[in-house]
């Protein structure tokens, strides 16, 4: 074979060579990759972090004097009164997270100014001192969604714009809404409508709680 004709060859042999060495490099990226430590998800808060602000609201929180006040105030609550999710109450977990969603709001401030308010006064209504000053004299009602039932009683505050339901036999809190109405982006939980003895309590995201206030 000629040198001429040789040299087609060698340069495919070259090509086919690069191509292995590239092949092989490639396959041993991806076995490092596969070693490496799975990521965990980040943990959960429920105020916010100012230490790594990760969150577009803890970021706005963290840099606001009005802002990180509140927040601080819902930290030290926290340490004696914490909720989880009921049918009717919103875990402090969740309501973190729907706080954090502020920041797809127009105005992100307000939003977070609103709902840390609401926090705070869910936190301070649901205490039995809070209950006894701040709202009127509870009322048995009765309670019904799909599927379930509830026997409690019904107490609203003096402005007429929140209500709790607790235990008749305990006092404990079995629920607590606000008058329905989206506040600057921000939307209760859980929302009430009074029309004479009957209440509705729409709580989030589409569940329906219609309640009949019992004769004294």
Avoid at 49 to 62: E, G, I, K, M, R
Avoid at 110 to 139: H, M, W
Wanted: net charge positive; aromatic share 6%.
């Amino acid at each position: 074979m000629s040198a001429k004709a040789q040299q087609p060859n060698d340069r495919l042999r070259e090509s086919q060579v690069s191509a292995t060495i590239l092949i092989l490099n490639l396959l041993g990226a991806f076995a490092n990759q596969s070693d490496l430590a799975p990521v965990p998800p980040p943990q959960e808060q429920t105020t916010a972090d100012c230490a790594h602000p990760v969150y577009a609201s803890d970021q706005l929180v963290c840099a606001d004097p009005s802002l990180r006040q509140l927040d601080q105030q819902l930290a030290d609550r926290l340490r004696t009164t914490s909720l989880n999710d009921t049918p009717l109450l919103e875990g402090d977990v969740l309501w973190f997270r729907r706080r954090s969603r502020c920041a797809f709001q127009t105005d992100h401030r307000q939003c977070l100014l609103t709902a840390y308010n609401e926090r705070l006064g869910l936190l301070s209504a649901l205490e039995p001192k809070s209950g006894v000053s701040d709202f009127g004299q509870p009322i048995p009602v009765d309670c019904a969604a799909p599927g379930q039932r509830l026997r409690a009683t019904i107490a609203f505050s003096t402005d007429k714009t929140r209500m709790v339901l607790r235990n008749p036999q305990t006092g404990a809190a079995l629920g607590a809404a606000w008058l329905s109405k989206p506040t600057a982006g921000w939307t209760s939980y859980a929302g009430f409508e009074r029309s004479r003895n009957r209440v509705r309590i729409s709580v989030q995201p589409n569940a329906s709680w219609r309640c009949t206030i019992q004769p004294g």
